[in-house]
């Protein structure tokens, strides 16, 4: 082999070796970059706030305040903008909106925040505002209806003007509350009139006494539609006296009926049934029936009652002797 040759040959090995080393430091390289931690995913700092419900309504005519939840991705320092557009325009004076965690609370400047709809925007400290939310403010419901935990009230007496019920009402400034005898339609009473000093809404007969049974009410603010109507009830609970000592007999029985209790009568038997008390010198005996007083048996002993009626029907009687009263009551169920 010449001279020539062997440096082919050595020329040739040479190449062969830098090829290797080559490919040796690209594969090195890339093993390194393998290694190498990912760079954190870069946070969505135009990313909307976002709210499950967009639509609030005031709950009063006027109210400077209304209040949305949401949640956002934006953390630290942030600038909550107000818009009345999607996109441009420049943050409104008018309204301001501020975010604790989960509520957003949009403010107005003034003393009513006007029903329409807001474009919320957030901007990190550092990062660019994001896109806007839209949220929508819509009028008080001047049709809604006033509202009571307890719809039935009692008389307390078995002639008695005015009952008070509880309720609250959305309804503010002038007010007309008027009364019906039906859900809807008609003309309102004029036997029974309706007056509400919160929390106290007081039915009112015109005469003597307020009648039981179902009334509806509702309320007109000034300037707006009438609401619904609340059904009350007033019901009757009898004679309530502290002294409760006269007894009741059934049928001039030996044994008294039970203060308070009940008593069933067959409706299938014809005739009548007779409730009196024991014999006394009574300078007043006045009956009642469901609290309604029975003139025609007034200083009578007894009080005579159908069977064929029926229905569960309160017996009650009150007397004076020696100038002290007493009362006695009881049930009868005509079935």
């Given at each position: 082999?010449d001279n020539r040759?062997?440096?082919?040959?050595?020329?040739?090995l040479?190449?062969?070796f830098?090829?290797?080393i080559?490919?040796?430091?690209?594969?090195?390289?890339?093993?390194i970059?393998?290694?190498?931690?990912?760079a954190p995913e870069?946070?969505?700092?135009?990313?909307a706030?976002?709210?499950?419900?967009?639509?609030?309504?005031?709950?009063?005519p006027?109210?400077?305040?209304v209040?949305?939840?949401?949640t956002?991705?934006?953390?630290?320092?942030?600038?909550w903008r107000?818009?009345?557009?999607?996109?441009?325009?420049?943050?409104?004076?008018?309204?301001?909106?501020?975010?604790?965690a989960?509520?957003?609370?949009l403010t107005?400047a003034?003393?009513d925040?006007?029903?329409?709809?807001?474009?919320?925007?957030?901007?990190?400290?550092?990062?660019?505002?994001s896109?806007?939310?839209?949220?929508t403010?819509t009028?008080?419901?001047?049709?809604?209806?006033?509202?009571?935990?307890?719809?039935?009230?009692?008389?307390?007496?078995?002639?008695?003007?005015?009952?008070?019920?509880?309720?609250?009402?959305?309804?503010?400034g002038?007010?007309?509350?008027?009364?019906y005898?039906?859900?809807?339609?008609g003309?309102?009473?004029?036997t029974?009139?309706?007056?509400?000093a919160?929390?106290?809404?007081?039915l009112?007969?015109?005469?003597?006494?307020?009648?039981?049974?179902?009334?509806?009410?509702?309320?007109?603010?000034?300037g707006?539609a009438e609401?619904?109507?609340?059904?009350?009830?007033?019901a009757?609970?009898?004679i309530?006296?502290?002294?409760?000592?006269?007894?009741?007999?059934?049928?001039?029985?030996?044994?008294p009926?039970a203060?308070?209790?009940?008593?069933?009568?067959d409706?299938a038997?014809?005739?009548?049934?007779?409730?009196n008390?024991a014999?006394?010198?009574?300078?007043?005996?006045?009956?009642?029936?469901?609290?309604?007083?029975?003139?025609?048996?007034?200083?009578s002993?007894?009080?005579v009652?159908?069977?064929?009626?029926?229905?569960?029907?309160?017996?009650?009687?009150?007397?004076?002797?020696a100038?002290?009263?007493n009362?006695?009551?009881h049930?009868?169920?005509?079935e």
């Open positions: 082999m040759e062997r440096g082919f040959i050595f020329s040739f040479i190449f062969i830098s090829l290797v080559l490919l040796s430091a690209c594969s090195f390289g890339d093993d970059e393998a290694l190498r931690p990912s870069k946070q969505d700092e135009t990313a706030p976002a709210a499950a419900v967009t639509e609030v309504a005031k709950t009063t006027v109210q400077k305040a209040v949305f939840v949401l956002s991705s934006h953390t630290g320092v942030n600038t107000v818009y009345n557009a999607a996109a441009g325009g420049t943050p409104l004076a008018t309204v301001n909106a501020a975010f604790a989960p509520n957003l609370t107005a003034g003393d925040l006007a029903a329409g709809i807001y474009y919320v925007s957030v901007q990190q400290e550092g990062l660019a505002e896109s806007r939310l839209s949220l403010v009028v008080w419901d001047a049709t809604a209806a006033p509202t009571a935990a307890v719809t039935e009230a009692a008389k307390t007496t078995s002639v008695q003007k005015a009952v008070v019920f509880a309720l609250t009402s959305s309804h503010t002038v007010n007309t509350w008027r009364v005898n039906a859900a809807a339609g003309t309102p009473l004029e029974v009139n309706a007056a509400f919160a929390p106290n809404l007081t009112t007969a015109t005469g003597d006494d307020l009648a039981t049974g179902l009334y509806y009410v509702s309320v007109q603010q000034e707006f609401s619904s109507r609340l059904a009350l009830t007033v009757n609970a009898g309530v006296i502290e002294n409760t000592s006269v007894r009741l007999f059934l049928n001039n029985s030996a044994d009926l203060e308070g209790g009940t008593t069933s009568i409706a038997e014809t005739g009548t049934y007779t409730v008390i014999p006394g010198d009574y300078s007043e005996i006045t009956w009642y029936l469901n609290g309604a007083a029975l003139p025609q048996w007034s200083l002993s007894s009080i009652l159908s069977k064929r009626i029926p229905g569960i029907f309160l017996v009650s009687v009150e007397t004076t002797a100038g002290e009263k009362t006695g009551s049930f009868f169920a005509v």
